[in-house]
């Protein structure tokens, strides 16, 4: 485990070797997400990303997440501008850390939205964004709320608890602030009208945390998106249709420096 010191936190952030020549893939995780969960059925997917891809990345847990700082033993941690500072804040130190300058950021979910928000006011190579939240939908909300009705009951604490230092912060902070008042307003649509670099939007059809009309919103502010919209995939491309991602994410970079 490497741990870099960056806006006064540890950050758990995790290398892979490649060319100097062509900026690197920087991976953003979701809301429970960590450098470990990236890893699922025995694929390590941001290695096979950059494999096809023939790039270097970085994949890194955000504070409270995996083995990074714990965030402080509270409830209602987050702010509903959580996911700016990460982008604007917290992602330029560290890109500036490591002496990145124009990343391909990949997120998902809560990360694809941040890959968003700094795509919106940093220079980037490109940006993929893989089941990404520009508003709040009522989905989105039952979905969460269900799931604090499984952590509540044991049903998530252990697999979780695999992936991150403290389980408890990791999912409190994450499903206090989506199941706050203050976050149904939660809108980064005219955030999105700033993006100018290339951007591949990336949804499954079976999503059970958002609809399609999270990417159809971004490309009307971003017209220039293209979208891969897929069959027999839920919340979780990287997961449920890794090989067709993979193939899409090699295609739309193929080209770029």
Avoid at 41 to 50: H, I, K, N, S, Y
Avoid at 51 to 67: D, E, F, H, L, P
Avoid at 128 to 148: F, L, N, Q, W, Y
Avoid at 201 to 215: A, N, R
Wanted: proline share 7%; charged share 15%; hydrophobic share 45%.
């Amino acid at each position: 485990m490497n741990l870099r010191l960056v806006d006064d936190t540890q950050l758990e952030v995790k290398q892979i070797a490649g060319p100097a020549t062509l900026a690197p893939l920087v991976f953003l995780h979701e809301g429970l997400g960590s450098v470990s969960l990236w890893t699922q059925r025995g694929l390590d997917w941001p290695a096979a990303v950059c494999a096809a891809t023939g790039r270097a990345g970085i994949v890194y847990s955000r504070r409270g997440y995996g083995q990074s700082s714990p965030v402080p033993p509270v409830r209602n941690y987050l702010k509903p501008d959580y996911m700016h500072v990460e982008a604007w804040r917290v992602l330029p130190a560290l890109l500036g850390d490591l002496g990145i300058a124009k990343p391909v950021l990949l997120g998902h979910s809560d990360g694809a939205t941040i890959a968003l928000l700094h795509a919106s006011r940093f220079p980037v190579t490109a940006c993929i964004a893989m089941a990404p939240h520009v508003i709040v939908e009522d989905i989105s909300v039952t979905a969460i709320a269900g799931a604090k009705t499984m952590f509540e009951s044991g049903g998530l604490r252990e697999p979780l608890a695999k992936h991150h230092a403290d389980v408890d912060g990791a999912f409190w902070q994450w499903n206090d602030i989506w199941l706050s008042g203050g976050f149904r307003s939660f809108d980064v649509r005219a955030a999105c009208a700033g993006i100018t670099a290339p951007l591949l939007l990336v949804q499954g059809l079976d999503d059970e945390y958002g609809t399609l009309l999270q990417l159809d919103e971004i490309a009307k502010a971003a017209p220039h998106a293209q979208q891969l919209r897929l069959a027999d995939c839920g919340h979780s491309p990287q997961r449920d249709q890794p090989q067709q991602v993979i193939a899409a994410v090699a295609n739309f970079l193929i080209d770029l420096p």
